[in-house]
């Protein structure tokens, strides 16, 4: 067992988590570069993610303190591309509350969703982080991610332009449909995951 897993537990995102998810999200909309956005968002907007996201089947995931039972760290994967071509890329994100920062939740986070992507049948799993944010893209390399590329003064937030890192991730084993057929991942497997188990019956 991990350090992080002595002090958290994993399981799947609800909606009793949303309040918690939307502050650390507003978090660094107001404090970091991790963001491109400006204007603090509602419950209500992070409610009509999650239902998106589990109408479509992308998984979300939420780290909680076992001392208080606060939810204090989420991640998931959605889509890279909306076009059917793309179904079987996804895009990671993790966020963490300020206060539990260099606790190993990104990594635990982020090995647990490349579990969970390689049990859906993606095929790759991209990142794009602000390339100021060395941590977080040291995180993402030590973990099997390579570079694909930089897109200079793409974003522009706290009156700077703003370089984004995009890193890229391979499943070797996952293989295409065939000629013809629109490829699809599996859907996660809401309400039955458990964590570090395998998502599927066998």
Known sequence: MSNSLKRYSIRQATKQD????????????????GLFIYEAVSVDYMKKWLDDSQKMGYPAIVAVEKTTGHT???????SFRSKPAFNLSA???????????RQGLGRLLSLE??????????????????????????????????????FHNTGYKFGRFLDV???????????????????????????????????YNK
């Not at 204090?72 to 959605?78: C, D």
């Not at 100021?132 to 973990?143: A, Q, R, V, Y």
């Not at 890193?167 to 497997?189: H, N, Q, V």
Request: glycine content about 10%; hydrophobic content about 35%.
């Open 18 to 33: 949303l309040p918690a998810i939307t502050e650390i999200y507003n978090e660094r909309i107001a404090n970091s570069t």
């Open 72 to 78: 204090v760290a989420y991640s998931y994967l959605g």
């Open 91 to 101: 895009e990671i994100t993790v966020y963490i509350h300020l206060d539990h920062h």
């Open 113 to 150: 969703m490349i579990r969970i992507g390689t049990e859906m049948k993606f095929k790759a799993i991209t990142a794009g982080i602000t390339t100021e944010n060395t941590p977080s893209i040291g995180l993402f390399k030590s973990l099997g991610f390579n570079e694909a590329g930089v």
């Open 165 to 199: 890192t995009f890193l890229e991730y391979c499943i070797p084993e996952t293989e295409g449909p065939g000629d013809g057929k629109i490829p699809r991942f599996i859907p996660f497997p809401w309400d039955k995951y458990v964590f570090g188990q395998s998502l």
